[in-house]
């Protein structure tokens, strides 16, 4: 399992980095992200939820560690509801 230290990082670079695991990662890779940012807090679960990846949330009051699996190759969310 790959894991990303987003904590130090602000919105929108958790996000960017996220992406890119995305596109890089195969299908079953698993990574654990921790972030601290408010934004990304909110965003990064919800986004990579729409994207059809498995999300696994472990909050507490300092950070948000999240664990993904890659389940589907990388599409953008408009992507997703073009081919639907």
Same mark, same amino acid.
């Given at each position: 399992? =790959?894991? %990303?230290? $987003?904590? /130090?990082?602000?919105?929108? %670079?958790? $996000?960017? *980095?996220? *992406?890119?695991?995305? *596109?890089? &990662?195969?299908? @079953?890779? +698993? #990574? /654990?992200?921790?972030?601290?940012? /408010? @934004?990304? !807090? !909110? ?6 939820? &729409? %994207? @059809? =990846?498995?999300?696994? +949330?472990?909050?507490?009051? /300092?950070?948000? =560690?999240?664990?993904? !699996?890659?389940?589907?190759?990388? %599409?953008? #969310?408009?992507? +997703?509801?073009?081919?639907?």
């Amino acid at each position: 399992m =790959q894991f %990303l230290d $987003l904590s /130090t990082d602000i919105c929108p %670079l958790p $996000l960017i *980095k996220v *992406k890119l695991w995305l *596109k890089q &990662a195969e299908i @079953g890779s +698993e #990574v /654990t992200v921790i972030l601290n940012d /408010t @934004g990304s !807090r !909110r965003d990064i679960p919800a986004f990579l939820s &729409a %994207l @059809g =990846q498995s999300v696994v +949330e472990l909050e507490n009051d /300092t950070y948000l =560690q999240i664990c993904v !699996r890659k389940l589907n190759h990388h %599409l953008s #969310v408009d992507q +997703e509801i073009q081919q639907s």
